[in-house]
């Protein structure tokens, strides 16, 4: 069965303080994972797409890696403005229409 | 661009009631969705239409109905309310399906609905 599991659910950082978060899948076959950021009472946004073991996308102080196995959101220098829930999400390869798989999330807070 | 538009915001259903949550977005995208959050879980698939004339059901389908008569409007409807299907609902939307690096989806604010 395919699977996303995200750790940790919460982290408190202090400003400047970088981390990373993790996302971990079971999958028939990637097709491609997401990452979404949420804040309180609103949609999730779109961050990054990776689809292939090794690569890399950046964005600010936001960074997504992508191994065969797992994904990680690296936060480096995070600003207060940095805390929402992070989403991980998978999509299987011969998956229709981009239905994906979503995890629990991880929500970040960054303390100033 | 308003993007994807959802309404309402907030709803209170008694069990038993009916009621309809409406989508549309404004980026002529042909593919829709409507997903479940509920608290610890992630989110999870509906229903979902690939364009007009065509939906399809997704992960948990069991109580609810889609149409799909226009580009632009995905409504969901919650027939006999329970307390199980008291949650976050969100829909979202994409036009590109096919180059992977391209997708992503566009999501609404969201209709948070309790039922009573």
């Known amino acids: 069965e395919d699977q996303v599991t995200q750790s940790p659910e919460a982290l408190r950082l202090q400003e400047g303080e970088s981390s990373s978060l993790n996302c971990s899948y079971t999958?028939?076959?990637?097709?491609?994972l997401f990452w979404y950021r949420q804040d309180p009472g609103k949609g999730p946004e779109f961050l990054f797409t990776?689809?292939?073991a090794g690569e890399e996308k950046e964005k600010e102080r936001l960074k997504a890696t992508l191994t065969k196995k797992e994904s990680f959101l690296h936060i480096t220098a995070p600003k207060p403005e940095d805390s929402a829930t992070y989403l991980c999400?998978?999509?299987?390869?011969?998956?229709?229409?981009?239905?994906?798989?979503f995890g629990t999330g991880t929500l970040l807070a960054v303390q100033p | 661009n308003a993007g994807v538009t959802q309404t309402p915001k907030f709803r209170i259903l008694k069990i038993g009631q009916s009621m309809t949550l409406q989508c549309a977005q404004d980026m002529n995208h042909n593919y829709m969705y409507w997903y479940r959050q509920d608290p610890g879980m992630g989110l999870k698939l509906i229903y979902y239409?690939?364009?007009?004339?065509?939906?399809d059901k997704g992960e948990v389908p069991n109580g609810y109905n889609v149409s799909r008569s226009t580009t632009e409007d995905f409504p969901l409807r919650l027939e006999l309310a329970a307390p199980s299907q008291t949650s976050v609902y969100f829909c979202?939307?994409?036009?590109?399906?096919?180059?992977?690096?391209?997708?992503?989806?566009?999501f609404g604010s969201g209709t948070q609905l309790s039922v009573l």
């Open positions: 999958v028939s076959g990637l097709r491609g």
């Open positions: 999400a998978v999509q299987a390869r011969g998956g229709a229409t981009n239905k994906l798989i």
């Open positions: 990776l689809y292939s």
């Open positions: 239409s690939v364009g007009a004339g065509i939906t």
């Open positions: 979202a939307s994409t036009g590109r399906v096919g180059d992977v690096t391209n997708e992503k989806l566009f």
